[in-house]
Nanobody
Framework: QAQLVESGGGLVQPGGSLRLSCAAS????????IGWFRQTPGKEREGVGC????????FYSDSVKGRFTMSRDDAHSTVYLQMNSLKPEDTAIYYC????????????????????WGQGTPVTVSA
């Protein structure tokens, strides 16, 4: 069964760092752009970033640009989201998803290109 599994979330103080992982099982990520998204209760799902099959093809939302970095390890079918200088407003459930495209054009959440969702991992930034 093809699925994505996120891990690495948790509680961190403001200014701290976390690295989220998005691991595929039952399939490989080689041909997919991968999006990272987040959602808090009562708010719409927000695009955080998108990484294409070429690691140079990356886009970030303005809210995380310069603080978050995506990377991918296709040999292990895993994509990472390194989050630095975390702020309380980064608190959310973080999701990864494969997209029906190889290259990203932006970091915006577009349901029409989503293929497979992960189950999400919670991130809480609080003192």
């Amino acid at each position: 069964q093809a699925q994505l599994v996120e891990s690495g979330g948790g509680l961190v103080q403001p200014g701290g760092s976390l690295r989220l992982s998005c691991a595929a099982s039952g399939f490989t990520l080689d041909y997919y752009a991968i999006g990272w998204f987040r959602q808090t209760p009562g708010k719409e799902r927000e695009g955080v970033g998108c990484i294409g099959i070429d690691e140079g093809n990356t886009f970030y939302s303005d809210s995380v640009k310069g603080r978050f970095t995506m990377s991918r390890d296709d040999a292990h079918s895993t994509v990472y989201l390194q989050m630095n200088s975390l702020k309380p407003e980064d608190t959310a459930i973080y999701y990864c998803a494969t997209q029906r495209r190889a290259y990203c054009s932006d970091a915006v959440y577009d349901e029409n290109v989503i293929d497979t969702w992960g189950q999400g991992t919670p991130v809480t930034v609080s003192a």
